[in-house]
């Protein structure tokens, strides 16, 4: 669902899932500091977009692009 979208707005972007192994307690702080720092290893991105798996957009109208201060493309759940 996400690379058409990602596609339309000709971006150049990479999708890392980032798994949490173990029966340790969920840290999701940890694993997107996780999904950041193997980006890094693959490409010299300078702009990062986080997201959950199971947020699924519903149109093309967010633009999946770094903006000059942090935004949340996310605000609302239907």
Do not use: W
Not at 17 to 39: C, Y
């Amino acid at each position: 669902y996400l690379h058409p979208i990602l596609q339309r707005q000709q971006l150049d972007y990479g999708i890392y899932v980032i798994n949490q192994a173990g029966d340790t307690m969920f840290n999701r702080a940890k694993l997107l500091n996780v999904g950041f720092r193997e980006a890094l290893k693959d490409y010299d991105y300078t702009c990062f977009v986080f997201s959950d798996v199971d947020l699924i957009p519903m149109n093309d109208r967010n633009a999946y692009r770094c903006f000059s201060r942090p935004r949340h493309i996310s605000v609302a759940m239907d």
